[in-house]
Structures are given as C-alpha cells and as structure tokens.
C-alpha cells in the first residue's frame, strides 16, 4: 500500500508491514550504536591532582624553579 | 550474545522460533518472507528429513540494509517441534540471541506447550544460556479456532508465561500478531546488544 510507505534503511523506500517493522527497528538500532559507540564512551583526560602535603619539609609546588635553582648555583 | 562490530560495521542476530510441532513456527516465517520486498528477498531454506541425523529447520536470513552506517541482519530459524528432533533443537539454538515461542492455543495442546517450553528452557541451559534472561516473547497462535477449542489467552499466560514476558495472539496464517511478535522480540535483542570486548594484547 503506498499510504503504508515508509523510509527503510538509510533513505529506501519500502513499503507495508515490513516497512513499519524495518522503520522501527531502523531507529532503535541508531539509538543502540550511538550509545555502544566508542567515540561516545570516551571521557578527557583528568588532570592528575597532586596529593596534599603531609610532611612541612617536603616541597610539593614550587614556583619560580627556574629562578630558584639559579639562585642556588651562584 | 549479539554484538555490534564496529570493526566489520555488522550487527548480526539470531532469532529462534521454538514450540511445538505444528504449532505454527513456519507459518511465521513464511508470513515475514512474503512480506519481504522482492529486492530483499534471500532465500528461505527449508530442510526436512526423516531423521534426526539430518539437519530439520527453517532459516530465513533478513537483511535488514545499513542502518547507522552498520549491515544489519537478523537471521530468523525454526526449530522442528516434533520430540524426536531434540538434538537439531540444541543445535539450532547455538548462539541463539533471542526466542520466540509459538504456543498452539487449541486447549488440548497445552500439555505439548509445556512439555516444549520445559524442552526449551533444558536446551538453554545446556547450551550455558539462562533461560530466566534470554530475551524471550510468547506468541499464543490460532487464535482463529472457535473459542470453545481453544484457550483463554490470559490461561495461557497463566501457565506458560511464568516470566512475565510480552505476550501476542496471533493468526499467523493470515499474518495477524507476526510481526508484532518479531519487531518486541527484535526490540528486546536490540536493547541488549553490547559492543565488543576488546582484546588485551
């Protein structure tokens, strides 16, 4: 039946329970691979916290380095 | 378990329509093969013999197209409900992702869809495949037989469908109720296909 058409599988034209059946299905598959894709499930790098200091004696940031080392060789 | 492979870019699953004999499994099959646009249509193999050696059952291979850039194909079997094919029944179960079961409604069929349903729940788990998850539909057939022959469907429901799955009557011989039981039961795979495990190297 031509009223039954429907879009198939990427743009065909089909028509009848098959095509109801085929247009459903068409969309939940989309739904399924743009979940599982692993483009999808990839997450940015997380900067890597520096752990807090527990002993005052150690150095944990310092700035300047550059400078500081310069510094200590003279 | 269907996979989606985004190596080969294939999703593949393998629907098995269990039941028993003369319930209607073929009717099923034939009614979604002829549906089929001619351009779609493969080939649906049938092979019969005479004994259990021999491979017994239907497959219709759907190719569904590329949908999302992926070839999509569902392959839909039957399995022959007669008792004596028990071990073409395992077989064809290998790698089963989802069931369909065809229950005869006719009230005195129903000790046979026990008897069927309990064959099939044994060769699940044989196969090592839990028969308490498997995606599985039922689908109450010949619902077009005078009410005094068959079951009531909530009857039906009652005694077989003890998981609670989705449940259709069907005529499948005018094609009523088919493809509503194929599209839950693709549904239900669908939902559970997951991607591959990658291989550590």
């Given at each position: 039946m031509a009223s039954d058409a429907k879009k198939g599988a990427e743009g065909e034209e089909e028509s009848g329970e098959f095509a109801e059946f085929l247009a459903d299905i068409s969309q939940e598959i989309a739904q399924r691979v743009a979940s599982l894709s692993p483009s999808s499930k990839s997450t940015p790098i997380q900067k890597k916290e520096r752990p807090a200091p527990t002993d005052p004696r150690v150095i944990v940031d310092w700035e300047n380095i550059a400078d500081r080392m310069i510094e200590e060789m003279r | 378990m269907s996979v989606v492979n985004y190596g080969t870019r294939e999703i593949t699953c393998k629907i098995v329509y269990y039941g028993p004999g003369r319930s209607g499994k073929t009717t099923n099959l034939q009614h979604v093969y002829s549906q089929l646009p001619e351009e779609r249509k493969g080939k649906m193999v049938s092979l019969a013999t005479d004994t259990d050696r021999t491979l017994f059952f239907d497959f219709l291979p759907l190719d569904l197209g590329t949908i999302s850039g992926f070839a999509t194909r569902f392959q839909l079997y039957t399995v022959p409900g007669q008792v004596y094919y028990a071990a073409t029944r395992k077989l064809v179960l290998q790698g089963v992702d989802g069931v369909v079961f065809v229950a005869d409604s006719q009230s005195r069929q129903l000790a046979e869809n026990i008897e069927s349903l309990q064959d099939l729940h044994a060769n699940l788990a044989e196969e090592g495949l839990d028969p308490r998850t498997?995606?599985?539909?039922?689908?109450?057939?010949?619902?077009?037989?005078?009410?005094?022959?068959?079951?009531?469907?909530?009857?039906?429901?009652?005694?077989?469908?003890?998981?609670?799955?989705?449940h259709f009557g069907a005529i499948a011989i005018n094609g009523g109720g088919v493809f509503e039981t194929l599209r839950s039961i693709a549904s239900i795979v669908l939902g559970r296909?997951?991607?591959?495990?990658?291989?550590s190297t």
């Open positions: - | 498997l995606p599985l539909v039922m689908q109450y057939n010949k619902r077009d037989l005078p009410a005094s022959e068959i079951s009531p469907i909530e009857e039906l429901d009652e005694t077989l469908n003890f998981r609670g799955v989705p296909l997951s991607a591959p495990v990658a291989k």
